[in-house]
């Protein structure tokens, strides 16, 4: 193992360490024991830097105690489903250091509302963002979820019917649940792919038995199991005809695919900033249109009976700020480089489908989200195939992850030879052959026939 | 002004440029191009050392384009009234740097539930996270606001009655009025202090004006707005006497000032991470006992009509997971400093006292806070002081802010001379006494009568 990915960290930790100095100290200057401290502390990144320089030295393990060092993404290949659209840019991550600190984003919060903060510009950040999912106002969210509590709570009574998929992430049936709302889902079918038909028949069916129409419509454009496109458009139209509000789940999509919610015919788009759009979790977007906004991000009306207080520029489902420090922060240094990723969606699908094609060639191997691929995340079953080789090997489900790690992959679930997830997000072409290479070396050791 | 602190930072990116090669690179080792990649940046980190060590070099002054480098803990002494408590620690922001990726908690999550993962070991940092505020069971939610929110979705109906403070911060009206709650304030009278009396009269009141005992008492062991401390013991009993759920605001104790929740009475204890917690925004903790936990941390009941899916172990009023990531690792770095701190509260209210005790030397200045302190935040009234030179200064209320910046001082809002908050936690004595010498020294500099 390459030993300098953990010095960059010792390095880093180090002059973290010569950074508290300076927090200590008067504005004036350091003081003698300070600076006597600073030097002793120089010296130390000197030596480590040294030692990265020449590959040599102890490797750092702990941040503390009983923190570990996370070096998945810089000494293996990460294949995890729902992490690389999370993984931070340079930009976020220096944007992190330098505001981690708690309430860092308020340092010129003149209106007491962080989306109207210019300094740094998270007002332009706000106005961008609703550009860039096509609708017309955004507000950031800690979290996807957050997004669809926000609108259930807004546009939800007890009892009323909301029309989702039965591949829905679970936070849509909990952000439903804690209003009181029913869940109806929309069946996929054999090919595990939402159509605009389905849920127009599934409207019908509540009519039919309910005697009143859904309230709203929640509908994933690629969902977490598969990784499946599902018609959103096709939903849209469905939802107009209706005249039922409808919310585009891009959780994997927003910051990884070019995303219209207007051209969609969605009235609201939820997107993730730890899923999608390279951030600290949790974050995430609530966009909408300029109909919808003034329901769902209103003002508070609630008045205190003694200090006749009010609160109205205040809004309520998003219980005033949101992310008022890092999570929001590394969204928009992140934003530059997500907004052209964005516009390169189809060479990562072209990857995917490479990958895909190569996994393939091992016999056994079987692809469960629809093929060719449209998304990076995708369903595989190695029942037939790497789980033959589990059954009598000694060390049984593991062997696959062991194999996987001895080569520098990791991310899959240590023990799943069966039916799994991976995602190829984010990989270059190096790592996209590499990967695929490893897993006909492992099929070739264990004499798996490959075609 | 010290250009070392700057370079610390110039560093701390060069390095992230470091590490994000090996983000790209094969495990099997760099190749010829990233080598050369590798050397070149090295270079560039001894470069920037070694302007660090001489203080020399010109000062970075962006993160990126539009981000500005964030240095008011390094160069200044920043007195701003909500932030010092969210600072955070060296361990903190180590953890940021290899925990920052969106999902990074996820690596070995086993169960599906934040609160179970062991690597790193989030639940052991559960279980100690509610005995350290006096609890039995605790999960961390992203802000206090997501706390009182939780807490208000599971008690209350809507026209359910709320107790709060005159005092009382937005963020637990707008999780009421979320819900439809009805909030009574109770009068914190002249001395602007929240006693158990006052609140059984209010209580007596609604019982009168409404025919029914209010559902949920909310009330703040120390206000945002005179940091003053309040009754909560007394609060805590009238609460038992009344059996009506007491919900500690501790967004402004938790973290700072040692706080034992059910030796107050508190059925809920709710504390913010980026206030309190030495953690980055959004974060916080929501406790509670035994008998509350089965309500508030309830399973999902809800489950799929076609899919027939549930979600039992998932946590509505959670809507699942919670912080997982960069946020969580920072409170959970943060925390064995966090324990010590609080031993430590005395001293910061003796300092935060010595400072008053200077500032008020200045003829004129007032403290609008209960004084001697019991909090590190204080209101001050400046308008018989500060504020008349202001009425002649060239730059009208600036004046104060300019002269303090000029001597190392931020955090206040620009232009506020007449009342106003501070807030001295955490600053060792050096930064106290200098703090207060140089409100000395203004008021010298412009010939106001110092006592």
């Known amino acids: 193992m390459d030993i300098r990915a953990r010095k960059i960290y010792e390095a880093l930790f180090a002059l973290e360490d010569l950074r508290e100095i300076f927090r200590h100290a008067l504005p004036t200057g350091l003081n003698d024991n300070e600076e006597e401290q600073f030097l002793d502390g120089v010296a130390r990144v000197e030596t480590i830097i040294k030692e990265l320089k020449e590959g040599k030295g102890s490797p750092l393990k702990y941040v503390e105690d009983t923190i570990e060092l996370r070096t998945r993404e810089e000494e293996y290949i990460n294949i995890n489903a729902i992490q ?44 961008e963002l609703a550009e860039f999912v096509g609708m017309d106002e955004a507000r950031v969210v800690p979290g996807a979820r957050r997004g669809f509590q926000a609108v259930a709570s807004s546009l939800l009574e007890r ?50 038995e309910l005697g009143r129409l859904p309230k709203l419509i929640i509908i994933e454009h690629f969902d977490y199991q598969f990784g499946n496109e599902h018609d959103v458009h096709g939903v849209g139209k469905v939802a107009k005809a209706y005249d039922i509000p409808f919310l585009y789940n891009g959780a994997y999509s927003v910051g990884m695919v070019p995303v219209n919610g207007k051209k969609i015919g969605a009235d609201f788009v939820v997107g993730s900033g730890h899923k999608g759009m390279a951030a600290v979790a949790p974050s995430g977007v609530l966009a909408t249109t300029d109909e919808w906004a003034p329901k769902v991000f209103r003002g508070s009306e609630i008045v205190g009976d003694v200090s006749d ?25 992140s934003f530059p480089r997500v907004k052209e990723r964005v516009k390169r969606w189809e060479e990562e699908v072209e990857k995917s489908n490479y990958f895909i094609r190569e996994f393939l060639r091992i016999e056994g191997n079987k692809i469960l989200s629809e093929y060719p691929r449209k998304h990076t995340l995708s369903k595989v079953d190695t029942r037939n195939s790497f789980d033959k080789i589990a059954k009598t090997h ?36 190096d790592r996209i052959k590499y990967l695929s290479e490893v897993f006909i070396e492992i099929a070739g050791k264990y004499e798996m026939p490959v075609g």
Do not use: Q
């Open 309 to 333: 207080r009010t609160f109205k520029h205040k809004e309520p489902e998003m219980l005033g700020c949101t992310l008022m420090g890092g999570t929001l922060l590394s969204m928009m240094a």
């Open 159 to 208: 009892g009323d019917v909301v029309i989702v998929s039965d591949l829905a992430h679970y936070t849509e049936f909990l952000a439903v649940e804690n209003v009181g709302g029913v869940i109806k889902e929309v069946p996929s079918g054999e090919k595990h792919i939402i159509t605009g038909d389905a849920v127009a028949e599934k409207i019908e069916l509540v009519k039919k």
């Open 394 to 429: 000694k060390r049984r489900g593991f062997f696959l992850s062991d194999e996987l790690k001895r080569r520098g992959i990791v991310g899959e679930f240590a023990g799943s030879t069966r039916v799994w997830e991976l995602n190829t997000y984010g990989l270059n072409w």
């Open 84 to 127: 690389p659209g999370g993984r931070l840019t340079p930009e976020a991550r220096k944007a992190l250091i330098t505001y981690g600190d708690g309430y860092s984003i308020c340092d010129k919060c003149l209106e007491g509302r962080l989306d109207k903060i210019r300094k740094p510009p998270v007002d332009e950040f706000h106005a």
